[in-house]
């Protein structure tokens, strides 16, 4: 069964340094999402990604934060410069289209620890 | 702006049902949605509701919507130790879909 899939499954960073998170959505989706969970906190929704542009974003996704699907598989999200508060968990979700049931399709996450 | 409001625990006895609530405060929803995070694993979507439905019914699950009151529930029938994990609730809006904090179910023996 098709699976969306994110690398690094861990990563620890110094406070200040770039991180860059990588998800792999599944091949015949059109719609791309993050979100994140701070621990015990809500999902949060950051942003979505529709025909190579970004579609919505949330006051969370500030300047610090980017997106690129640089080929046709990859979506990765680009933090410049991490702060304490980016700690958390970050799922990269993707779904065919964005009007229907609207289903997505989660990775497992990526666990980022800034210290 | 939108919100999904869900309690955070909830312990059952193995074999009673469960019923997991949600509170969204968005009147544009189009979809509701129930999510399932085991540990270490991504959320998957379990069931969801079409916002002019007041019931869903699939298997063990019962998906109720109140939407005068903005309320959705989940109902697990005879609740086995394989359905313990995190619940999210999720509402789809007019252009994304918001969670809440989700609900930990445990099972007692």
């Known amino acids: 069964e098709p699976e969306v899939t994110q690398t690094p499954s861990h990563q620890v960073t110094q406070m200040g340094q770039e991180v860059i998170l990588r998800c792999v959505p599944i091949s015949n989706h059109l719609y791309f999402y993050w979100y994140r969970q701070i621990l015990g906190q809500k999902v949060e929704f950051l942003v979505s990604?529709?025909?190579?542009?970004?579609?919505?974003k949330s006051e969370i996704f500030d300047d610090q934060f980017s997106v690129e699907r640089p080929d046709g598989s990859n979506f990765t999200l680009k933090i410049r410069s991490t702060k304490l508060e980016d700690s958390a968990m970050y799922f990269c979700?993707?779904?065919?289209?964005?009007?229907?049931?609207?289903?997505?399709?989660f990775g497992e996450g990526s666990r980022l620890t800034v210290l | 702006g939108e919100d999904v409001e869900q309690s955070l625990f909830l312990s059952v006895r193995e074999g009673d049902s469960s019923v997991i609530n949600c509170t969204y405060t968005?009147?544009?929803?189009?979809?509701l949605y129930w999510y399932k995070q085991e540990p270490g694993a991504g959320l998957q979507l379990l069931t969801y509701?079409?916002?002019?439905?007041d019931m869903k019914q699939d298997q063990r699950l019962t998906v109720l919507l109140n939407k005068k009151d903005k309320h959705l529930s989940l109902r697990i029938a005879d609740t086995q130790t394989g359905d313990s994990a995190i619940y999210f609730c999720?509402?789809?809006?007019?252009?994304?879909?918001?969670f809440g904090s989700g609900t930990r179910l445990s099972i007692r023996p």
């Open positions: 999720a509402d789809r809006g007019a252009s994304k879909i918001i």
């Open positions: 979700a993707s779904s065919k289209q964005g009007a229907d049931t609207g289903e997505l399709f």
């Open positions: 509701i079409f916002s002019n439905m």
């Open positions: 968005d009147s544009s929803s189009t979809y």
């Open positions: 990604f529709y025909n190579n542009e970004i579609s919505e």
